[in-house]
C-alpha cells in the first residue's frame, strides 16, 4: 500500500522552504484547510436546509444577489484568519472595503469565499479561491497598498473545490499539490502532488452565449476549436472550470466585450490566484495581451478579461 500523506503533514514538511519562516505561513493554510471542511460539509447539506438555501436577499458589491451560504462562508473564512493572528486584513468578493483585524499579522488576503455561487442551488460545484501577500504598509493599519501589489508578489495562492469530492489546491511558489478530503475521516490527503497542466489540451470553456459580443479574433478562435473538434464545457464555476482543465489540458476564457471591456471576474481574488497556479503548473494566463501576474491593480474589485491554461491554447487564443 502507498504512503497517505495528510495535508497537515505535507504543510509541516514543507515549511522549511520559506527561509526564516516562523510558521505564520503553515498556521494559515491551516486556518483554510478547517474552514474547507466546514464549507464543503454545509454545501452538502445545502439541499437539506431551506435556510442556507435560496438567496440571502442582500447584494453585494457588483451588485449581484448574494447567496446564503456566500455569506456563511465569507464569515468563517474571516472569522478563522481573525482568530489565527497571521493576517492583519482581508479584502473578500462580498466586502466592499477591506476588513481589519488590528492584530499586527503580517500578511493580507484577498479571497471569493464562494466562487461560482449561481450554481449553489442546483447542485453543481462551487467553490473558494484565495491569495495571500506579505503586508508591505507599515502604518497601523493594512492599507490599499497593500491589496493593490501585481499578483507577481503572491507568496500563496490556492482553491478549494466543492465537487463530487472536496479538493484544496495550493501553491507557494514550489509547484502545484492538490489534496482530496476523505470525509468519512475528515481529513485532506495528498492525492494529486506536483500536479502539471498539458501544453496542449481539447477542451474550451466560454460562455458562448456571448459570442455575437466578442472580438473577431475571439470568435475566430472559438471557430478554430470547432473546426478541430474540441470539446465545449462550461460550468459556470470558474473554480470547477480551471480545476477540470488544469488536470485534462484546455483553455478557460472570459474576454472583455463592447459593453463590457474587462469582462466580469475580478483581478485580485480570482484571476491573480489562478495566474499563480496555472503558471507554477506550466500553463499560462493573460488578460489577451499582457500577463496577468504582471498587472498593477488600481482598485479592490477590479475586473479584467481572462484567458488562462494550456500554454499553446492560451497563445493561439489570444494571437490575433
Ligand atoms: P461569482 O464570483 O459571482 O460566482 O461569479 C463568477 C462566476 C465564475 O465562477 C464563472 O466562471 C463566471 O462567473 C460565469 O459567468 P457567466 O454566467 O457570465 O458565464
Ligand atoms: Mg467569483
Given at each position: 500500500m502507498s504512503e497517505i500523506?495528510?495535508?497537515?503533514?505535507?504543510?509541516v514538511e514543507r515549511q522549511g522552504e520559506f527561509p526564516g519562516a516562523t510558521g505564520d505561513l503553515s498556521q494559515l493554510l491551516t486556518a483554510f484547510r478547517l474552514a474547507a471542511k466546514i464549507v464543503s460539509r454545509e454545501a452538502n447539506k445545502a439541499g437539506l436546509l431551506a435556510d442556507i438555501l435560496g438567496a440571502a436577499g442582500n447584494e453585494n458589491v457588483q451588485g449581484e444577489q448574494q447567496q446564503k451560504l456566500d455569506v456563511y462562508a465569507n464569515d468563517l473564512f474571516i472569522r478563522m484568519m481573525r482568530t489565527q493572528g497571521a493576517v492583519c486584513a482581508v479584502a473578500s468578493e462580498e466586502n466592499d472595503d477591506i476588513v481589519h483585524f488590528d492584530n499586527g499579522g503580517k500578511y493580507v488576503v484577498t479571497m471569493d469565499p464562494l466562487d461560482?455561487?449561481?450554481n449553489i442551488d442546483v447542485n453543481v460545484s462551487i467553490g473558494t479561491i484565495f491569495s495571500i501577500y506579505p503586508r508591505v504598509s507599515t502604518g497601523p493599519k493594512a492599507t490599499l497598498e497593500d491589496f493593490l501589489q501585481p499578483g507577481s508578489k503572491q507568496i500563496a495562492a490556492g482553491y478549494i473545490v466543492y465537487g463530487s469530492s472536496t479538493m484544496l489546491v495550493y501553491s507557494t511558489g514550489h509547484g502545484v499539490n492538490g489534496f482530496?478530503?476523505?470525509s468519512?475521516?475528515?481529513t485532506f490527503?495528498?492525492?494529486?502532488?506536483?500536479?502539471?497542466?498539458?501544453?496542449e489540451g481539447t477542451i474550451y470553456s466560454v460562455n458562448e452565449g456571448n459570442y455575437l459580443d466578442f472580438s473577431d479574433g475571439v470568435r475566430s478562435y472559438i471557430d478554430d476549436c470547432k473546426k478541430k473538434r474540441m470539446s465545449a464545457r462550461y460550468i459556470g464555476s470558474l473554480v470547477a472550470d480551471f480545476h477540470r482543465?488544469?488536470?485534462?489540458?484546455?483553455?478557460?476564457?472570459y474576454p472583455g466585450t463592447a459593453k463590457a471591456p474587462n469582462g466580469k471576474l475580478r483581478l485580485l481574488y480570482e484571476a491573480n490566484p489562478l495566474a499563480m497556479l496555472v503558471e507554477q503548473a506550466g500553463g499560462t494566463a493573460t488578460d489577451g495581451t499582457r500577463r496577468i501576474l504582471d498587472?498593477?491593480?488600481?482598485?479592490?474589485h477590479q475586473r479584467c478579461p481572462l484567458y488562462i491554461g494550456s500554454k499553446n491554447m492560451v497563445a493561439a487564443a489570444t494571437k490575433s
Open positions: 500523506k495528510t495535508l497537515s503533514e505535507f504543510i461560482g455561487s449561481s482530496t478530503l476523505d468519512s475521516i475528515g490527503c495528498l492525492s494529486h502532488p506536483q500536479m502539471t497542466t498539458p501544453a482543465n488544469l488536470l485534462k489540458g484546455g483553455i478557460y476564457m498587472l498593477k491593480p488600481t482598485e479592490l
